[in-house]
């Protein structure tokens, strides 16, 4: 996984709504927060999208811009974001190759069966691009205000 002061690599995703997102076009003035979760519609997922969501306005007055990745298609990630009433981006990586250069496409065990998917975390990047802050492996419900306490300082 990346670690603080190593470069957050480029995007070039599309979002729910098919538009190709660049880190760029993401960021505020102070930076870019993205949150890797595993899939649209599960009950963790859907808590920590709805957690940013609440604290949306903050992070944005923070000076933030805020996105969501995951290995979904922008179809899903449409009906998603449409019913839990959404405001910033969801990133389809299908080919999860942000995914991959982020560390964030690990190995899961799950009842006993091995398989490839998506780690929970969260990467903070400065205007630059570069980590300022790396939450590896986070439980979902109150990880937003974490976040967001920690950019207050």
Known sequence: MLEQGQKLPEL???????????????????????????RDNTSGCTTEASEFQALLAKFSAAGYGLAGISKDKAESHAKFAAKLGLGYPLLADVETTTLQALGAWVEKKSKGKVSMGAQRSTFVAGPDGVLTKVYPKVKAAGHAQIVLDDLAG
Request: proline content about 4%; charged content about 25%.
């Open 12 to 38: 070039n995703l599309a979002d729910q709504d098919g538009k190709t997102r660049s880190r760029a076009d993401l960021a505020g003035p102070k930076g870019l927060v993205i949150f890797v979760y595993s």
